[in-house]
């Protein structure tokens, strides 16, 4: 079994699509990557609270919002695929969503982990429309922030 996954050939690591839609290379890792994807955005997310209360949260949660839209749209002309299971940023994104308005606690952010991941993975309605019938690089985004936003 294969613990990392190959990035596109035209697309290469050092491309900044690359990096910020696999969040670094974590988006790479297997299995699960979208769980990495989540886990990994726990330490920003906790950083940005307590630096910057939820209103810094927000701001990061628009800006990697839009250079996600850039970034999975990138990534997919360059593998072919929608929603390639390495792309990760919308994960991130959505794991922000659901921490916003928490207050600082391992425990809380530990249920917003998994009540993301449980939503993100189940898929119940609307999260499930969403992703069978938005397509595009908004496609990829929106059904984890309906997801953040349910857990």
């Known amino acids: 079994m294969r613990f990392v996954a190959p990035l ?23 299995p699960a990557p979208g769980t990495w994807g989540s886990l990994c955005a726990l330490p920003f997310g906790w950083l940005a609270i307590a630096t910057g209360g ?17 970034a999975a749209h ?14 990760v940023i919308d994960e991130v994104v959505g794991q922000w969503i659901a921490l916003v308005l928490l207050p600082l606690s391992l ?10 991941r449980a939503f993100d993975s189940v898929k119940p309605w609307p999260i499930r ?5 938005v397509s595009g690089a908004f496609g990829v985004m929106i059904d984890d922030v309906a997801a953040g936003v349910a857990a």
Request: glycine share 10%; charged share 10%.
């Open 74 to 87: 990138i990534y997919a002309d360059a593998s072919g695929e929608h929603d390639a299971s390495s792309v």
């Open 8 to 30: 596109p050939h035209t697309l290469p690591f050092t491309h900044p699509a690359a990096l910020l839609a696999t969040w670094g290379g974590v988006g790479l890792l297997r």
């Open 107 to 116: 425990w809380t952010f530990l249920l917003a982990f998994a009540l993301f």
């Open 54 to 70: 939820p209103g810094l949260l927000m701001m990061m949660i628009f800006i990697a919002f839009g250079a996600g839209l850039w």
């Open 129 to 133: 429309w969403l992703d069978k019938n």
